[in-house]
């Protein structure tokens, strides 16, 4: 692929990539199904064969094709910082209290900043969201499809809309699951997501706390309580470990965040919890912490966070100071008292970032293509469900259709939900499209 659209004849940049192929015997092959599964920042050649069992269904029509976006894992990975570095990085207070602390979090992203330009500067301005929807459409002509068939999960689903936007009639089927709000500023993104895993940390309350071995108490306001308190107390000193490394507030809470995406987490969660609270002891938080951060057992790192900052920087152009987080601090407070004050101070994630965001990754009207089914899940922490219903709105009349999933978790498909699968198949492998605004339970 060229590494810069403007120079289609200068340098290169090579796109791994992973394929299943389609099952052979029974109905006619559509073709390949391209899917990439979020992030940004996520290895799609990593997660097919992780999720193949969820998508086995579709092979019986299509080949399953999945990615590494540029600078991600085997797609020239941006690089950063060492893994000792990453371990300091990810670990230090994100959620400063004086002026001295405030300058040390700047400086470290600063530092960050300077280890992404070392290792992989000539990469950054070309990392942007539309340029991989480029390489999508190229990926498309090498595979031999008239159309784009396509399954996008979280950030993926703006990655669709964006190539929906460059390329309305090659738009073939499409799955938009777990929807980003193509609407929303980086601010507005990152408090409703703020308040995404506050509603998914209640809803994991009020099912913890109505058994009699909840670790956080008998109600949920007294779980929340706990909870805050102990981020407090992790502040101030930070809790041993099995590994030897100790879990900071920011580790901690981390790892209560990678816990809400999935129902199937929670116990998980409970038992993290019950370790801290009960025995002192943070092993099972810095467990959830490490798979949200990309840590190998090794100590080593994946470039999963590295992207995900090189890729949002290269699609924004704002850049926040410390007056602007205080004064959205007391805004991201309320929607979450847990996860308020980190997701602000958080916005501060392209400081000293060295290439100017292109801002053009946000257009997604797609007049033109063929309907695009967005899923949405009413208890999802990481995509809100209002999200599905500003997708819809922005990529144009008559090409979303919106299908709810009433349930928890990041995305509706890997739930098993069989009302969800059955839609979701029904389309991809019939062209039944359903009714807008189905629901299922």
């Given at each position: 692929m060229p590494l810069d659209y403007s120079k289609p004849k200068g340098r290169t940049i090579?796109?791994?990539?992973?394929?299943?192929?389609?099952?052979?015997?029974?109905a006619k092959r559509i073709g390949s199904l391209l899917f990439n599964f979020g992030g940004p920042g996520g290895s799609g050649v990593g997660s097919l064969p992780s999720f193949a069992?969820?998508?086995?269904?579709?092979?019986?029509?299509?080949?399953?094709?999945?990615?590494?976006?540029?600078?991600?894992?085997?797609?020239?990975?941006?690089?950063?910082?060492?893994?000792?570095?990453?371990?300091?990085?990810?670990?230090?207070?994100?959620?400063?209290?004086?002026?001295?602390?405030?300058?040390?979090?700047?400086?470290?992203?600063?530092?960050f900043a300077k280890g992404c330009q070392k290792r992989s500067g000539d990469l950054l301005p070309h990392l942007t969201t539309e340029n991989t929807a480029r390489d999508m459409d190229l990926m498309r002509?090498?595979?031999?499809?008239?159309?784009?068939?396509?399954?996008?999960?979280?950030?993926?689903?703006e990655l669709g809309g964006v190539y929906a936007h460059l390329y309305p009639q090659k738009v073939g089927r499409a799955v938009f699951d777990a929807v980003v709000d193509p609407t929303a500023s980086p601010e507005r993104g990152s408090?409703?997501?703020?308040?995404?895993?506050?509603?998914?940390?209640?809803?994991?309350?009020?099912?913890?706390?109505?058994?009699?071995?909840?670790?956080?108490?008998?109600?949920?306001?007294?779980?929340?309580?706990?909870?805050?308190?102990?981020?407090?107390d992790l502040?101030?000193?930070?809790?041993?470990?099995?590994?030897?490394?100790?879990?900071?507030?920011?580790?901690?809470?981390?790892?209560?965040?990678?816990a809400l995406y999935s129902k199937e987490t929670w116990q998980l969660l409970a038992q993290g919890l019950d370790e801290a609270l009960t025995d002192g002891n943070g092993s099972t938080l810095l467990l959830l912490a490490d798979a949200l951060n990309g840590r190998n057992q090794d100590g080593s790192y994946s470039t999963l966070q590295s992207a995900l900052t090189a890729i949002s920087c290269a699609d924004t152009r704002q850049h926040f100071t410390a007056r602007d987080i205080?004064?959205?601090?007391?805004?991201?407070?309320?929607?979450?008292?847990?996860?308020?004050?980190?997701?602000?101070?958080?916005?501060?994630?392209?400081?000293?970032?060295?290439?100017?965001?292109?801002?053009?990754?946000?257009?997604?009207?797609?007049?033109?293509?063929?309907?695009?089914?967005?899923?949405?899940?009413?208890?999802?922490?990481?995509?809100?469900y209002g999200g599905t219903r500003r997708m819809k709105e922005r990529l144009g009349e008559g090409v979303g259709v919106e299908l709810t999933h009433r349930g928890e978790g990041h995305g509706a498909y890997d739930s098993r939900n069989k009302c969800v699968r059955s839609k979701v198949d029904g389309y991809l492998l019939r062209g039944h499209v359903p009714r807008d605004g189905t629901s299922c339970t």
């Open positions: 090579g796109i791994e990539t992973i394929r299943a192929k389609k099952r052979k015997g029974g069992k969820d998508y086995e269904k579709l092979r019986s029509r299509y080949d399953l094709v999945s990615f590494d976006p540029r600078g991600v894992g085997r797609s020239e990975g941006v690089r950063c910082l060492s893994g000792k570095q990453m371990d300091a990085y990810f670990a230090a207070d994100g959620t400063p209290d004086t002026s001295a602390e405030e300058k040390r979090l700047f400086a470290r992203q600063e530092a002509q090498v595979l031999g499809d008239r159309k784009l068939h396509y399954f996008g999960i979280s950030y993926g689903t408090l409703s997501q703020t308040s995404g895993f506050q509603l998914a940390l209640d809803n994991f309350l009020k099912t913890c706390t109505a058994q009699s071995n909840c670790p956080v108490g008998e109600d949920p306001a007294e779980g929340r309580r706990r909870i805050t308190d102990l981020l407090t502040d101030a000193e930070p809790m041993p470990t099995d590994s030897g490394r100790k879990l900071t507030e920011s580790l901690a809470e981390g790892g209560i965040s990678q205080k004064s959205m601090l007391p805004d991201f407070t309320h929607a979450s008292p847990v996860f308020g004050p980190m997701s602000a101070w958080g916005l501060v994630q392209c400081h000293g970032w060295p290439v100017q965001g292109s801002g053009s990754s946000t257009d997604v009207r797609a007049t033109g293509s063929a309907p695009i089914l967005l899923v949405g899940t009413t208890g999802d922490p990481a995509t809100p």
